[in-house]
């Protein structure tokens, strides 16, 4: 699989299905509700590590939780986009077969060859959303870009803030 074509699509208020409440699933729902998504969150269970983070994001009112474990009746065609992280090969395959039937595009987070499309390392900055995606071969070196892109856009805000004292 080569490189995917960059979509930057409008999510606001739109509902996105995240399946699982684990490390990977929390830090997708941190980056879209930067861009204001409605979403449901369907969890067999919460591990420690991620309640309290989850728990924050329940308070914004933009996150629900539904604990269950995922059957094909909960895909529903409301949904947007759905985003599988659950690490588990049965909700892989409801997700990626229930989506297909429906038309709604899926992202499966533990295998690259189900999905519809990535997940971006997201960076943004005044008036500006970067989103980065290698060839699904080498996740580090995406990560690697992200941070790059992050301090070229903090320094160039640095840079405007000298400019405007010295004004
Ligand atoms: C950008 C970022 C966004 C995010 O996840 O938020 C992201 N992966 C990140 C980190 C990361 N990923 C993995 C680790 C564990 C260590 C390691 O293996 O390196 C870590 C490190 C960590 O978690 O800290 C393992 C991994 N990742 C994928 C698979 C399955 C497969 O390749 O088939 C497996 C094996 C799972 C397993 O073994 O079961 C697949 C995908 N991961 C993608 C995105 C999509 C396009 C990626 C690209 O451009 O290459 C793609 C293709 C599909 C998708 O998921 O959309 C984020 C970094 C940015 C940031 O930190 O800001
Ligand atoms: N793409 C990436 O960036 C990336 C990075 C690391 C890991 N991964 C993959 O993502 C998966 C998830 O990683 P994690 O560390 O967040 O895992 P985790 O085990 O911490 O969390 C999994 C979550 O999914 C839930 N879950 C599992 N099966 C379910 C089901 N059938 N129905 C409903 N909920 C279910 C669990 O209750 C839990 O909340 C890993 O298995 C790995 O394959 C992807």
Do not use: W
Not at 4 to 11: G, S
Not at 119 to 128: D, H, I, K, M, R
């Amino acid at each position: 699989m080569g490189l995917h074509f960059p979509v930057f699509l409008d999510i606001e208020d739109k509902k996105i299905l995240l399946v699982g409440a684990g490390q990977v699933a929390v830090r997708r729902i941190r980056t879209l509700l930067l861009f204001g998504a409605d979403i449901a969150v369907i969890a067999r269970e919460v591990p420690e590590g991620q309640r309290q983070e989850l728990e924050e994001f329940l308070e914004t009112g933009k996150v629900r939780l539904i604990r269950k474990c995922l059957e094909k009746a909960d895909i529903t065609p409301e949904y947007l986009l759905v985003i599988c992280a659950a690490g588990d090969p049965e909700a892989d395959r409801i997700a990626k077969e229930r989506c297909q039937e429906l038309g709604i595009p899926v992202n499966i987070a533990s295998d690259r060859r189900l999905s519809d499309f990535y997940f971006p390392a997201v960076v943004t900055g005044e008036n500006l959303a970067v989103g980065i995606a290698g060839d699904g071969e080498d996740h580090g070196r995406t990560a690697r870009a992200a941070a790059l892109i992050r301090s070229c856009l903090a320094g160039e805000e640095e840079t405007k803030k000298d400019k405007g004292d010295r004004t």
